[in-house]
C-alpha cells in the first residue's frame, strides 16, 4: 500500500480504483487489481 499526499493521480491509475473514507483516513481500493492500494497521508 503507497501512502500519499493526495490520491487524485492515484484514482486515475486504473478502472477500477475507488475512493474511500474509513475511520477519517482516505483509502483507494481496487478489487480487480489490489497493488493499486493507496492511502491519504
Same mark, same amino acid.
Given at each position: 500500500? +503507497?501512502?500519499?499526499?493526495?490520491? +487524485?493521480?492515484? +484514482? =486515475? $491509475?486504473?478502472? &477500477?480504483? $475507488?475512493?474511500? /473514507? /474509513?475511520? &477519517? $483516513?482516505v483509502y483507494v481500493i481496487n478489487k480487480q487489481n489490489p497493488r493499486?492500494?493507496? $492511502? =491519504? &497521508?
Amino acid at each position: 500500500m +503507497k501512502i500519499v499526499n493526495s490520491l +487524485k493521480t492515484l +484514482k =486515475q $491509475r486504473d478502472k &477500477g480504483c $475507488r475512493v474511500i /473514507r /474509513r475511520k &477519517g $483516513r482516505v483509502y483507494v481500493i481496487n478489487k480487480q487489481n489490489p497493488r493499486f492500494k493507496a $492511502r =491519504q &497521508g
